[in-house]
């Protein structure tokens, strides 16, 4: 049974990445858990795919330009497990806190949107790929699998976690609602597609705080008027990097706890008391007492994908030889 009467503290981070420098990043990264332990936070979340960098080439550069900065992602992307999860891992355990990344995972030839969640102990209880990428970004990364929907549970509670228009997939999100999430942390690039997106991310976190009956934790990525200028010397692209921000932390009510951040670096600190989470399932559960299964059901496939499977490929000794039979004629008309 779930303890619904705790209060934890958790942070969103709104952050910039140090651009093309995987370990530059990374150390920016433990410099916030530092500063979010000294103000006593439990739960941290970063932006989406933050170590090395969100991407962002991919939407204002045409598919034939972009294999220059393809490539340099590639060389900075990160390997699970390798330096950067060691890093995040005793960051993590050092100041007994949960924390919840995202990378660019490289494994082998293929890229892919991960989110990490390393609980307070430095174990990392969950690795994840965004389970299709957006548009642009399908140049960039494969897609993920169902074993990635799962909730873990971790010293602050039951997390959940997606990335980015993943929130878009109704059924996504109610495979992580039909297993309890007491805390969805959602993650955005932010500095991108200006206004409108900023505020289409609040509808959606908002609704799916009300939905699920969650606490919700959403951070955003930022970019500086001299980080624009670094992905591109042309300025009409810069408005495609600007806006777009919104790193919040909502009730299960749909209430903002904290102010959001919408421009600039900074953190979203708040107390999340659980007790709310039953005062809204009181009256909408929605996977329970509000649900309909005799109705509706979700199926999941939770088993990861594999190119080679080897466990039911029969030994040699179990071959049976084909029978001796003699090739056909062939047509002296094929080529």
Known sequence: MFDYSKTIRAAAAQISPV???????????????????????????????????????????????????????????????????????????????VVVLGVNEREEGSLYNTQLIFDHDGTLRLKRRKITPTYHERMVWGQGDGAGLTTVDTAVGRVGALACWEHYNPLARYSLMAQHEQIHCGQFPGSMVGQIFTEQMEVTMRHHALESGCFVINATGWLSAEQKTQLTSNEKMHKALSGGCYTAIISPEGKHLTAPIYEGEGLAIADLDFSLITKRKRMMDSVGHYSRPDLFQVQLNDAPWATLNTSSLPLPSEVTPLPNTPAPDIPASCP
């Open 19 to 97: 651009l093309f420098s995987c370990s530059d990043t990374t150390e920016k990264i433990l410099e916030t858990i530092t500063q979010a332990a000294k103000e006593g936070v439990q739960l941290i979340v970063f932006p989406e795919t933050f170590v090395p960098y969100y991407p962002y080439f991919s939407f204002i550069e045409p598919p034939v330009l972009m294999g220059k900065s393809h490539l340099q992602l590639y060389e900075q992307a990160v390997t699970v497990p390798g330096p950067v999860t060691e890093a995040v891992a005793e960051a993590a355990q050092a100041h007994d806190m």
